[in-house]
């Protein structure tokens, strides 16, 4: 018997477990963590279906960028499994007739053969100014290499098919939050402020003040999993 609660975390495009492994290990006293595999299939409904293979009955579900078209997708599965929600850098709405333009002729190139994962233009879109030449930087071009072309493809498929999801958002059957970093891009900001606009008037959100700061301490890390007033997953921010 573990009092550790049950976490399932859904990576972004071009991610794999590498894009998780800090937190998971972070939480480890008060997570049971699984990372879902997105790269194998090319719609949010068989990446659903295959994260839920996965999870246990019920859990805790975190999902950076495309992971929360995913996430969307799994709520409208199996609601009943879900206690708690985070939505990192993500979009509750389809593709803009200009982003799904963008996607299209990313993919267009891949038919000349010409996969470059990430780039030096896209990766400072992507993390802190601090972290493009370092580490981390060289982890997320890292990830996008071994994702690779073919799945980069059907995640691409996936995401300009994802139907719109913001009629789930409304919902007063669990704690949600979503989520975007003051460094995170105008646009993402945007996003995170239409998801909640468009479910001010019948679920309950929480504000900055509710928020606890990304595992400070133990007893702030055991509060935000075991389902207290204050919860968040701290912000990664990758793909989509």
Known sequence: MTDRTALLLLPGLLCDERLWRDQVAALEDVAEAIVADLTCDDSVEAMAERALQRAPDRFALAALSMGGYVAFEILRQAPQRVTRLALLATSAAPDSPERAAQRRAAMSSMKLGRFVGVTDRILPQLLH???????????????????????????????????????????????????????????LR?????????????????????????????????HCCAGGSRRELGAARCGG
């Open 190 to 222: 945007k996003r995170r402020r239409s998801m909640k606009a468009f479910a001010a008037r019948s679920c309950r959100s929480l504000s900055a003040a509710d928020i606890c700061r990304p595992w400070n301490c133990r007893r702030r890390r055991r």
């Open 129 to 187: 100014p601090d972290h493009v030449a370092g580490d981390i930087g060289a982890d997320v071009r890292a990830m996008a290499a071994r994702v690779g072309a073919e799945a980069f493809l059907r995640q691409q498929r996936a995401i300009l098919d994802r139907p719109d999801s913001r009629p789930l958002l409304p919902s007063k059957s669990r704690p949600w939050w979503p989520s975007a970093t003051r460094t995170f891009s105008r646009r």
